[in-house]
């Protein structure tokens, strides 16, 4: 079993930065390749970006050059950089990770852009 923690969400404007940070139980945080999601009402989840235990990182076209990704084996946590955040940006976002044959998610942080 893996539990994930999401904090960071909130309200800001156009232009604005956060930080959304997911905090994972257990002791193989290490191996676990970790990745993010998002969805709005009506539309299925999307991936925003990933990890892998090796520090790779990937992001979708839509927030490439303004989302990084990173990750901190020693306190057990990945942390998203949101920057140049747009309204479209505005969704649930969710941390999530594979192991041992299942899908494992958070409870999700809202993420609204707004003026």
């Known amino acids: 079993q893996v539990r994930l923690v999401e904090s960071g969400g909130g309200l800001v404007q156009p232009g604005g930065s956060l930080r959304l940070s997911c905090a994972a139980s257990g002791s193989i945080f290490v191996i676990l390749n970790m990745a993010w999601y998002r969805q709005v009402p009506g539309k299925e989840r999307e991936l925003v970006a990933s990890i892998t235990s090796s520090f790779t990182t990937d992001f979708a076209d839509s927030v490439k050059g303004r989302f990084t990704l990173s990750r901190d084996n020693t306190k057990n946590t990945v942390y998203l950089q949101m920057n140049d955040l747009k309204p479209e940006d505005t969704a649930v976002y969710y941390c999530?990770?594979?192991w041992g044959g299942g899908r494992y998610w958070g409870q999700g942080t809202q993420v609204t852009i707004s003026s």
């Open positions: 999530s990770t594979n």
